[in-house]
């Protein structure tokens, strides 16, 4: 069974830097691109960027291009996305997903940044 | 601004039809047949309801179903039901992005 479990919330202040966490397991993690999708409160979903652990080959949204890191360990089948100076801005609630073909989500990780 | 243009909400009497469209460009859902559909409740996570423009993953009713004609991706769900009252985005393969875009939501009214 293919699943993509997302480390826990976060209570971050502005300024604190975060790696948050996405491990696949059920399938060649090597093989499937992966990507993470940002939702604000009340708000639709963005894709912010997708990468190929093959290759580690990035691709980011202009909006979140310079704005974050997506980084990936495949001897851990784990992708990252990294902010290194969080805004109270960046508080939302974030998934991956792994999105070609029959696509598969994990459960989400909810980012609270607040002084 | 979301790539893909979807109305803002739609809505409809238990046991009708409805359709969202998803309208997008020639480098996006015009080209390319990787076209998803989301239904989201509130709080909750996303849950695929149609990938490649018209499968539908197991365990999703067959009153969903999905097609695109040019530039334009539709949802159908037939038969409409209480339960399906949620946000419904799509979202496409796009040759120059992420490469991935959605479009902005659409809220489904069951009235």
């Known amino acids: 069974e293919v699943q993509l479990v997302q480390s826990g919330a976060e209570v971050k202040k502005p300024g604190e830097s975060l790696k948050i966490s996405c491990q696949g397991s059920g399938y060649n993690f090597t093989n499937h691109w992966i990507g993470w999708v940002r939702q604000m409160p009340g708000k639709g979903l963005e894709w912010m960027g997708t990468i190929y652990p093959g290759d580690s080959d990035t691709r980011y949204s202009p909006s979140f291009q310079g704005q974050v890191i997506i980084s990936v360990d495949k001897s851990a089948s784990t992708a990252y996305l990294h902010w290194s100076s969080l805004r109270a801005s960046d508080s939302a609630m974030y998934y991956c997903?792994?999105?070609?073909?029959?696509?598969?989500w994990g459960q989400g990780t909810l980012v609270t940044v607040s002084s | 601004q979301s790539a893909l243009t979807q109305p803002a909400s739609v809505s409809g009497s238990p046991g009708q039809s409805i359709t969202i469209s998803c309208t997008g460009t020639s480098n996006d859902i015009g080209t390319y047949n990787y076209v998803s559909w989301y239904q989201q409740h509130p709080g909750k996570a996303p849950k695929l309801m149609i990938y490649e423009v018209s499968n539908r993953p197991s365990g999703v009713s067959n009153r969903f179903s999905g097609s695109t004609s040019g530039n334009t991706a539709s949802l159908s769900i037939s038969g409409l039901q209480a339960e399906d009252e949620a946000n419904y985005y799509c979202?496409?393969?796009?040759?120059?992005?992420?490469?991935?875009?959605f479009g902005g939501g659409t809220k489904l009214t069951v009235l």
């Open positions: 997903a792994r999105p070609f073909g029959r696509a598969y």
């Open positions: 979202s496409s393969y796009a040759r120059i992005s992420t490469p991935w875009v």
